[in-house]
């Protein structure tokens, strides 16, 4: 009954040695709980394949899809294409580590929830800078009207100067 409630939990035990595989759409209902997230809006299609041997889980993660940011340049939302692969191992031991995507869980275990994994995997895929990408005339795919509205503002500041700062610019350096 635990699997209907979470997708997310791969019960291992039950699995013979070799290669699974699982299939997931990450989608906005599981961005939905986590109310700091800086996704909320995304589509992304995932496989796991799970390599299961006998004290060893070895988790090939492949992500690709989209995800709805931001943009930083005109502010309005758009879709931004993301792909990517990852690695999870997860060790089992009755000695405690967990390093990058190295972790251990106790020998008896018998699932593992990847949620948390698949998570921190799909925020990894986001750039630091997006930006609309141009569009297929190679125009700048951004809102028009708020970059006007950005260009005006910043030639009204230039305008703008401190009469105190143009008095240093008339000083000469040695």
């Not at 698949?118 to 795919?141: A, C, S």
Request: charged content about 30%; overall charge negative.
């Amino acid at each position: 009954m635990k699997k209907l409630s979470n997708p997310y939990l791969i019960q291992f035990a039950g699995l013979k040695t070799g290669e699974h595989k699982f299939f997931y759409v990450i989608d906005d209902s599981f961005f939905k709980d986590r109310a700091y997230s800086e996704i909320q809006q995304a589509q992304i299609n995932t496989e796991v394949t799970l390599i299961n041997e006998s004290h060893l889980l070895v988790f090939d993660i492949k992500m690709e899809g989209t995800i709805n940011v931001l943009c930083d340049r005109c502010g309005d939302p758009f879709d931004f294409p993301v792909w990517g692969e990852q690695k999870l191992i997860v060790s089992l031991t009755n000695d405690k580590f967990e390093e990058d995507d190295i972790v251990s869980m106790p020998f008896e275990s018998s699932e593992i929830d990847i949620s948390q994994h698949l998570y921190e995997y799909t925020t990894l895929l986001l750039p630091q800078r997006r930006i609309h990408p141009d569009t297929k005339d190679g125009k700048n795919g951004c809102n028009q009207d708020a970059l006007k509205r950005l260009e005006n503002f910043s030639k009204e500041t230039e305008k703008k100067t401190d009469p105190r700062w143009d008095a240093l610019k008339n000083i000469k350096q040695n």
